[in-house]
């Protein structure tokens, strides 16, 4: 069970890395730059900026690297929980399709949140936590099949969709706490 969870994080983290980052360094121009879609709604609204964007992948795949670099000497103390090369076996596609696609995803959703007539920050669950979870996957998928085929187990897919909301309902009441957030989701 741990060594599951452990194994689902430690997959995930260069897309769960780029969702807080985005919301920490981002600002600016909106990716939509203020235009509306057909519905005199915005196409994306104002939560969605290419600094966001930007430096939220660009964070999330120095932390990928930097799991690559980490690996072969921390999976020693991981021994018994996950196999060694579970946690070496790394995709350098990965590295950007993890974190692009997470940030894709939720551009998406904001797309359809907006048709919706749900306003930028408004809270809909469940789509709110799986949208960066799915377009990471997605992406990851169509530009590295065998990776994510060879890591994405089904009891691992299935253990990431029980902790994501957990996590992310965690991470975004932090930045709440410490202000970042208008919301507590
Ligand atoms: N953010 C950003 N650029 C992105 C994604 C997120 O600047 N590409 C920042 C925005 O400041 C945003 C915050 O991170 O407000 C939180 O992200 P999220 O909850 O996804 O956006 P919301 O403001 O809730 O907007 P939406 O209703 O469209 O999801
Ligand atoms: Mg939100």
Known sequence: MIDLIILA????LPAYIANPAAALLGGGRPIDMGKN?????RILGDGKTIRG??????????????????????????????SEGMLTH?????????????????M?????????GFERGAMMPVADQLDFVLGAWVLTYFLDGAW????????I????LLI??????ATNFIGFKIGRKDVPW
């Open 148 to 155: 994510f085929t060879a890591n994405f187990s089904p009891a």
């Open 157 to 160: 897919i299935l253990t990431v």
């Open 37 to 41: 879609f057909t519905d005199n709604k």
């Open 90 to 106: 790394a995709s350098y596609v990965a590295l950007l399709t993890m974190p692009v696609g997470a940030l894709l995803g939720d």
């Open 9 to 12: 994080v430690w997959l995930m």
């Open 108 to 116: 998406v959703k904001s797309f359809f949140k907006r048709r919706l």
């Open 53 to 82: 964007f930007v430096l939220g992948s660009f964070c999330g795949t120095m932390v990928g690297i930097l799991q690559i670099l980490l690996a072969p000497s921390i999976a020693p103390y991981l021994q018994g929980y996950v």
């Open 164 to 169: 994501t909301p957990v996590l992310h309902m």
